[in-house]
């Protein structure tokens, strides 16, 4: 059965970080690239952070850029999300997703999301 469990999301004052975590399981993780979305209330859902399966390559939001970090560790099947400066604009819903694209197909896992606030 495969699983993505996000956690550490919380409550932060602005200026401050998180590190989001995701663990992943029933599936071979080192196969698939790894992104964080999130969702604000109202707001469709946007990508945040990407990462490939070997960790070799990063891309970012550009609003995230310089303040957000992807990493993940294979031998742990689990992705992270630091994020550092944080401001309210950045409260929201964060996701954690899988994709791999293999013969034409594409396979997708999502996590159920972490909450972000970011209020003094």
């Known amino acids: 059965q495969v699983q993505l469990v996000e956690s550490g999301g919380g409550l932060v004052q602005p200026g401050g970080s998180l590190r989001l975590s995701c663990a992943a399981s029933g599936f071979t993780f080192s196969n698939y690239g790894m992104s964080w979305y999130r969702q604000a209330p109202g707001k469709e859902r946007e990508l945040v952070a990407v990462i490939s399966s070997t960790g070799g390559t990063t891309n970012y939001a550009d609003s995230m850029k310089g303040r957000f970090t992807i990493s993940r560790d294979n031998a742990k099947s689990t992705v992270y999300l630091q994020m550092n400066s944080l401001k309210p604009e950045d409260a929201a819903v964060y996701y954690c997703?899988?994709?791999?694209?293999?013969?034409?197909?594409?396979?997708?896992?999502w996590g159920q999301g972490t909450q972000v606030t970011v209020s003094s």
């Open positions: 997703n899988a994709r791999r694209i293999q013969w034409g197909l594409q396979y997708d896992y």
